[in-house]
C-alpha cells in the first residue's frame, strides 16, 4: 500500500480553515479515498489534554517559548499516535494547523527563536512533512469578526490567541504570507475572502492539480 498524502491547513483565526477541511473531506471520501480529518493542537487523547491547557485561560497564562514546548508535545503524540499509522495504511490526512502555525504564532508573532523551532522541526517532525499546505489570508478584522459571531453561535468562549491584540494577529498574517512565500513547492496560498463556495473551488484545484486525487 502506498503511503497516504498529507494535507494541512494554516492560517489566522476565523480564516475559514474548519470549514474546509469538512468539504475537502468529503470530497476526497467521494473520490473514494480513505481519509483521516485531525486538528492541532490535539488529534490524540494527549495531545487534547494539552490543547485543553495551550487554548484556555488568559492571554498571558503561558510564554511564546513555553506554547512552543507544549504544542511540540502534542504535536509528537499526535504524529505517533494518528498521522504516522494512518499515513502507512495509505489514508490521507487534512490536518486543521500543524507545524507553520508554531512558525507563526510562536515565532513570527512571538518572537520565539527561528533556531529552536527549526530544531523541533529536524528532531520531533522528523520526515513527517505535509505534502500540501493550503494557507488560508484574509484581513484581519475580517477574520476576528468572523471568529466572534462563529464562538457566540457555538456557545464556545474566544481561545487565548483570539483575545490578543490587533497587532498580533497582523504580525500573524504576515509570518504566514512568508512561509506560503518561502516554499511555494509546499504551499498554495488560499484567497479566504470570498465565499464558502469560492473558496471550496479553489482548495480543490490546488489538491487536484498537486496530488492528482484520481489517481
Ligand atoms: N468564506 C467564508 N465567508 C464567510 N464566512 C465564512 C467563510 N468561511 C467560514 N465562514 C464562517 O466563519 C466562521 C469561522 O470559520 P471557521 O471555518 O471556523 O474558521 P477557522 O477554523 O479558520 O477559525 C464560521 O462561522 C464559518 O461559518
Ligand atoms: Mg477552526
Not at 492541532?40 to 489534554?49: K, L, M, N, T, V
Not at 500543524?98 to 512571538?110: C, E, I, K, V
Not at 494577529?169 to 504551499?187: D, K, M, N, S
Request: aromatic share 6%; glycine share 10%.
Amino acid at each position: 500500500m502506498a503511503r497516504g498524502r498529507f494535507i494541512t491547513f494554516e492560517g489566522g483565526e476565523g480564516a475559514g480553515k474548519s470549514t474546509q477541511v469538512r468539504r475537502l473531506v468529503a470530497r476526497l471520501d467521494a473520490a473514494g479515498i480513505e481519509v483521516v480529518a485531525t486538528r492541532e493542537p490535539g488529534g490524540s487523547p494527549g495531545a487534547e489534554a494539552i490543547r485543553a491547557l495551550v487554548l484556555t485561560g488568559s492571554a498571558d497564562r503561558w510564554s511564546p517559548i513555553t506554547e512552543t514546548l507544549l504544542m511540540y508535545g502534542a504535536r509528537r503524540d499526535h504524529i505517533e499516535r494518528t498521522i504516522t499509522p494512518a499515513l502507512e495504511r495509505g489514508a490521507w490526512v487534512v490536518c486543521d494547523r500543524f507545524a507553520d502555525s508554531t512558525r507563526a504564532y510562536q515565532g513570527g508573532a512571538g518572537d520565539v527563536a527561528p533556531e529552536l523551532i527549526a530544531a523541533l522541526e529536524t528532531h520531533v517532525l522528523g520526515t513527517v512533512r505535509p505534502d500540501l499546505t493550503l494557507v488560508f489570508d484574509l484581513p484581519v478584522d475580517v477574520g476576528l469578526a468572523r471568529a466572534e459571531v462563529h464562538a457566540k453561535a457555538s456557545g464556545h468562549a474566544e481561545t487565548r490567541f483570539e483575545s490578543k491584540g490587533l497587532a498580533f494577529h497582523e504580525r500573524l498574517r504576515t509570518a504566514f504570507r512568508q512561509i506560503a512565500a518561502a516554499e511555494p513547492e509546499r504551499c498554495v496560498l488560499v484567497d479566504a475572502a470570498g465565499t464558502i463556495e469560492t473558496v471550496e473551488s479553489d482548495v480543490w484545484t490546488a489538491v487536484s492539480d498537486r496530488l492528482h486525487p484520481h489517481g
